[in-house]
């Protein structure tokens, strides 16, 4: 890896070598696959699980609270992610960098992918980046992932399975100043069925749970279950959580055992 640092370089601003590649053995995979070999058809993914930023990037020229608040990952989700999975006997599917560096549940390096502006923050590091950098990036962060859940997937088809793909996302309670009621999206694309079996379990009202909210296929939050589930024909959800509900662990603890019993009783109920 080569790294340097530029010319007109703000604080925490750093280049590198596209033929180099973006990660360093430093850094670490970019795809974390954990309990490998569950036994439940679930196939939990989070790709907003962390957000660590490659040391080639520096801070992507954000301070250490912006890259703490939402706009760098989804708090929460990933440890709800891995304490589904841990109920069900799933293998659980985490992106290891900031959704900054790329998001992993938008196309491959889309402008989305990388936005050199998130809510209220200016990103510097995602400024004028050339089709090499985005590039680079793409096959450092986006690619392996989601090369690693196909894998899987297929792996089980081959086998006989049935995967069924969950993935696992947080909100923030107030969005432009605005508070948001909705404490569970239930979402999905153009296959409903899981969704909706899901929501008609959501009926005892302990939970604010709404179909495609705060955020629908419009928004192209769904990129995940397009990209893997339904090319493949397989059942699948996506779950948006407020994330103050599980910004510590009772809380999570409470929503990942709510979750765990709708998504049980939804996949053994009828078709």
Known sequence: MVLSVRNDAEPG???????????????????????????????????????????????LGLAAGALESHIAWDPGAAEVARELARRLDATAVLQRFSR???????????????????????????????????????????????????????????????????????????????????????????????AKAMLALTADGALDARRNEPYGPEDGVTHTLKAQALPRGLLNVMIEIRSDLIAERPGQTALTERLAGWLTQALEGPG
Do not use: K, W
């Not at 696959?33 to 439940?40: D, F, M």
């Not at 992993?104 to 090499?132: H, I, K, Q």
């Not at 995967?163 to 948001?180: A, D, K, N």
């Open 13 to 59: 601003l750093a280049s590198f070598d596209e033929a180099e590649g973006l990660l360093s053995p430093a850094d670490g995979p970019p795809v974390e696959v954990a309990n490998p070999q569950g036994i439940s058809e679930v196939v939990v993914v989070c790709e907003h699980a962390a957000n660590r930023v490659p040391r080639a990037l520096g801070s």
């Open 100 to 194: 900054l560096v790329h998001d992993c549940n938008r196309p491959s390096g889309s402008a989305e992918a990388m936005p050199a502006r998130s809510e209220a923050f200016e990103v510097p590091g995602n400024r004028g980046l050339t089709a090499a950098a985005r590039q680079a990036r793409s096959d450092a962060v986006y690619r392996p992932f989601h090369e690693a859940l196909g894998g899987l997937l297929d792996q089980r088809l081959e086998a006989g399975r049935r995967p069924v793909l969950v993935t696992i996302h947080s909100f923030v309670p107030r969005y432009h100043g605005r508070p948001r009621r909705v404490q569970l999206g239930i979402l999905h694309d153009s296959d409903p069925r899981l």
